[in-house]
């Protein structure tokens, strides 16, 4: 096992000195009010991150004005009365010893006139690709007044108690806009050659210098490798660091992507781990400052270590890592790395919705952090669990840790459902680390698991529990289309290797499942084809790794056909339906089912004589995605009376 020396190694930078060398960076979590306060729920959810042990926490970018974001709800440190939240957040997270800094932003053409009521503004009138509206140019005394607003909102930052301020000039918004060659067409001072492009940064450095003190620290996140052509690429960056070192920033946090290359700012699965920390590695060569890097899905402690013991950057970025397992540094530095989380780079909850909160698939707590009671249950039950997929293992070891006696029982010879199967794809077997993760929880709490063994009415009998859960998953959903039944083969069979599929394959079913079974099978080489009757590939997968996903098929050259309806299969052809003609697929060696599921059905007669409470969990109630399921498993166990 390896041992963690360098990331438990202190690092001061001016008057702050962190306890350890990983860092939690700033990520929108859509708690705070609508004005821009802080409420329980915000404060709730860092905290527990500073009881974990992060060596910093950054937040989310706060406003330096009402318009600068791409939200309502996003903090704010443009008004006085927001210090006042802030400050609770700050005593809260000082007082476990945690330390916590600001960053301050401008969305500038990335960001949201619907929520703001005002036009978008840039260093150029160009759009964004990821947007609809024009910006603004500012002119120069719009630009100043935005520097001003930076520095009144670093020192807010400080009234309010944070131990350092982070000003964002990355991830394509403002200050980014303005240092890329991008997005900044100006001729005038803040335009033209790199000195040009930073002196916005350069001027809201200087400023926030002028106004918090020399003693106190400012941090900056800089992108340095844009991913985009005619951006900045990591050899300019290098000119743009050392800039702003001179000018006055005591930490340089690089991160790569902007809002069209957000597959770089936010690697799903399908980007390497680890493997962006080079970009960061090469701004440390030019700069005497500290160096945090933001290294691309560094989602636990052994990497870490080894970042920091190559000498690459002084600290580590563990963003998500943070999402998964806030207290990843505690279990890390007590020797308890197989009870650590680890983010699967699925981005569902931390880029989903995030309607009501940042979320997390792996970690259904996230941003829940006042919704639960974990005192253990004054009345503990006997619990029998049907199913050992995610769901039905989520819900045990919930139901568990408060105090139920619980029982799984599993029809086949192994824990993890379809899950199992979500880890074949290529670039996600890392998923299989929740199922990992998921046994020793399990065996941790001594849940009894009886595998190879199916629900039927003499074990209900037998068991007599006083709860009986129902999670025995989905199954393939086969249409009545002629001859599929007969000739076809599921995806589930394809990608667990229960069947050869020969050189040639037609996948009829072009969602997430199709469409990953299509590039597992293109990346061996095979000739794969997609018939799916919809417009879209994968409609339901999230963006980032859809997008990735879509790259892949086109370069393994897999042929797609969309708005298409499969009318026959026969043995080796598959006649189907588009744009009012009939076409014919023949030779084929393979037809893939890729159809989608349905909900499995417990047969009733099993619970004839049961009188005790049941509840469905899972894709047994409803075929959905993992995040999904995991929210409704916990759920269902905090709810148990």
């Known amino acids: 096992m390896i041992t963690f020396q360098k990331i438990f190694e202190p690092i001061t930078i001016k008057s702050l000195t962190l306890p350890n060398r990983l860092v939690v960076s700033a990520m929108r979590s859509n708690m705070v009010n ?3 306060t802080v409420n329980e729920k915000f404060i709730r959810y860092h905290e527990e991150k500073a009881k974990g042990g992060w060596g910093l926490i950054i937040t989310e970018n706060c406003l330096i004005s009402p318009e600068a974001g791409v939200s309502k709800k996003l903090p704010g440190l443009y008004d006085d009365a927001q210090i006042e939240g802030l400050k609770a957040l700050t005593d809260r997270i000082h007082a476990v010893g945690g330390k916590i800094a600001a960053q301050i932003y401008h969305a500038g053409r990335a960001g949201n006139s619907a929520a703001t009521g005002k036009p978008l503004v840039a260093p150029s009138a160009i759009r964004d690709h990821t947007q609809k509206e024009i910006p603004k140019a500012l002119t120069t005394t719009e630009i100043e007044t935005l520097t001003e607003q930076f520095g009144q909102a670093a020192l807010r930052a400080k009234r309010a108690g944070f131990d350092a301020i982070e000003i964002h000039g990355a991830s394509g918004y403002l200050l980014s806009q303005f240092v890329s060659p991008y997005s900044n067409k100006r ?3 803040y335009g033209g050659t790199t000195q040009g492009r930073t002196k916005f940064s350069v001027d809201v450095v200087k400023r926030v210098r002028e106004l918090v003190g020399e003693d106190y620290p400012i941090f ?6 844009e991913y985009v052509e005619g951006g900045l690429g990591i050899d300019e960056a290098k ?4 800039i702003l070192e001179a000018a006055g920033v005591d930490v340089m946090h690089c991160t790569q992507g902007i809002f069209v290359t957000n597959e770089y700012t936010t690697p799903p699965y399908g980007i390497t781990k680890g493997s962006l920390i080079s970009n960061a590695a090469a701004v440390k060569q030019v700069l005497k400052i500290p160096v945090i890097g933001v290294g691309g899905r560094v989602n636990d402690p052994d990497m870490a270590e080894t970042i920091l013991l190559s000498n690459q950057v002084d600290m580590v970025t563990m963003a998500r890592a943070s999402l998964a397992d806030p207290y990843l540094p505690t279990k890390a530095k007590q020797g308890h790395t197989e009870d650590i989380l680890q983010c699967i780079g699925c981005v569902q909850g931390c880029l989903g919705p995030r309607t009501d ?10 941003g829940r952090e006042t919704e639960f009671d974990f005192t253990p249950s004054q009345t503990p039950k006997n619990i029998l669990v049907a199913g ?17 006696r619980v029982t799984i029982v599993e029809k086949s010879d192994e824990l993890g459902g379809q899950w199992r199967i979500a880890s074949v794809p290529k670039g996600k077997a890392e998923f299989a680390n929740l199922i990992t993760w998921q046994k020793t929880q399990l065996a941790k709490l001594n849940v009894t698991i009886r595998l190879q063994t199916e629900l039927d009415k003499s074990l209900l009998q037998t068991e007599a529990p006083d709860l009986l859960v129902v999670a025995i998953g989905s199954h393939l959903f086969i249409p009545p289309i002629t001859g599929l039944n007969e000739y076809g083969v599921s995806a589930h069979d394809v990608l667990l290797g229960n069947c050869e599929t020969g050189n040639r394959v037609a996948i009829i079913g072009g969602g997430l499942v199709g469409a990953e079974t299509a590039e597992f099978l293109a990346s061996q080489g095979k000739e794969v084809t997609i018939i799916e009757m919809t417009p879209a590939i994968a409609k339901e997968a999230a963006a980032n790794p859809r997008k990735l996903l879509l790259r892949s098929l086109e370069a393994c050259h897999v042929t797609l056909y969309t708005n298409a309806k499969v009318s026959e299969v026969r043995r080796e052809a598959v ?5 009012g003609t009939y076409q014919e697929l023949t030779n084929l060696d393979t037809i893939v089912i890729a ?12 619970l004839e004589d049961f009188s005790k409470q049941v509840v469905l969990l899972g894709d047994a109630k409803s075929a959905k995605n993992g995040l999904q399921n995991l929210q409704e498993a916990v759920e269902a166990a905090y709810a148990i009376s």
């Open 220 to 225: 900056y996140r800089l992108c340095v490798n």
């Open 595 to 606: 159809t989608g599921s349905r909900p499995n059905e417990l047969d009733s007669a099993i």
């Open 575 to 579: 006649v189907f339906e588009k744009d």
């Open 388 to 404: 050992g997929g995610i769901s039905g293992c989520e819900f045990a070891i919930a139901a568990a840790r408060k105090g139920h």
């Open 34 to 36: 609508d004005d821009s």
């Open 357 to 366: 909160g940042i979320r997390c698939l792996v970690n259904p707590f996230t």
């Open 239 to 242: 000119v743009v660091a050392r």
């Open 187 to 189: 001729t005038d001072a």
